[in-house]
C-alpha cells in the first residue's frame, strides 16, 4: 500500500538538503497539517515537506483517514493496529528517503495525535536514526517490546496542551518515562490551557528544533 498526500518543495527552490515527514491525526488527512510547512519554511528553506494520508479510511467519520482503529481502545488491539500501520509507514519513509536521495540522519517525523504515536513507534524501530521526531498531543505505544526492538535513538521533542481531552496530558510525562527509560533523549514543551491542538509556543518550539536537528 503506497501512501500519498501534499507536499511542499524546499522555498530556495534548491533540491532538498533535509525533509519533514508530517503525520497527521484520526479523521483528517495530509492536508491538516501540511499547513505547518509554510512557518517552518522561513527557518528551513532547505527542506522539503511531505504529509500524506494515512493508510486507511477513517471508520468513526464520514470522511478523513485514520493510521488505526480507536473503536476498540483496548491496549491489545490499539498496538495491533499501530503494528500493522507500521510496515506502512516505514515504507513510505525509505520511499521519500531515495526519492528526495537524502539519508536518514537528514530526515524528521512530525506527528499529531495518531501521527506522534506512528512517529514513536516507527522511528526508534528504524536501524539508522532519523534527525528527529517532534510529536504533539500523542503518546508512546509500547506494550513492552520496544525494549527488545529498538534500534536506534532520534532526538525527541513532545508538546502537550495541559488541558487535552483526547489524549490526557498525563501522557506527556508517561511518553518522556517511557523513552528516557530506553536511553532516547526527550524535551518536553507543556502548553498551558491547551487542549487537543497545537499552539502558537508549540508551533515555534518544533520549528526551533526542526531546525536544530536539520540544521544545513
Known amino acids: 500500500m503506497q501512501l500519498s498526500g501534499p507536499s511542499l518543495p524546499p522555498a530556495d527552490g534548491k533540491p532538498a538538503r533535509g525533509l519533514v515527514i508530517l503525520l497527521h491525526g484520526l479523521g483528517a488527512d495530509g492536508n491538516d497539517l501540511i499547513g505547518l510547512a509554510p512557518h517552518w519554511a522561513r527557518l528551513l528553506p532547505h527542506v522539503a515537506f511531505v504529509s500524506p494520508n494515512a493508510p486507511f479510511p477513517c471508520d468513526m467519520a464520514p470522511y478523513g483517514y485514520q493510521w488505526f482503529s480507536l473503536q476498540d481502545r483496548t491496549p491489545a488491539r490499539v498496538v495491533a493496529g499501530v503494528r500493522a500501520a507500521w510496515p506502512i509507514l516505514d515504507a513510505f519513509i525509505d520511499e521519500q528517503l531515495a526519492a528526495h536521495k537524502l539519508t536518514e ?23 539508522r536514526a532519523v534527525a528527529g521526531v517532534v510529536g504533539y498531543s500523542g503518546r508512546l505505544i509500547d506494550d513492552g517490546t520496544m525494549a527488545g526492538e529498538i534500534a536506534s535513538r532520534p532526538p525527541v521533542l513532545l508538546v502537550h496542551g495541559t488541558e487535552d481531552a483526547i489524549v490526557p496530558y498525563e501522557s506527556l510525562a508517561l511518553s518522556q518515562q517511557g523513552l528516557e527509560s530506553l536511553d532516547v533523549p526527550v524535551e518536553t514543551l507543556s502548553c ?25
Open 105 to 127: 540522519d537528514r530526515l524528521a517525523l512530525v506527528g499529531f495525535s495518531q501521527g506522534c504515536m506512528m512517529s514513536l513507534f516507527t522511528a526508534p524501530r528504524r536501524k
Open 192 to 216: 498551558p490551557g491547551l487542549g487537543h491542538g497545537i499552539d502558537p509556543a508549540g508551533l515555534e518550539a518544533g520549528g526551533a528544533f526542526l531546525k536544530r536537528v536539520l540544521a544545513d
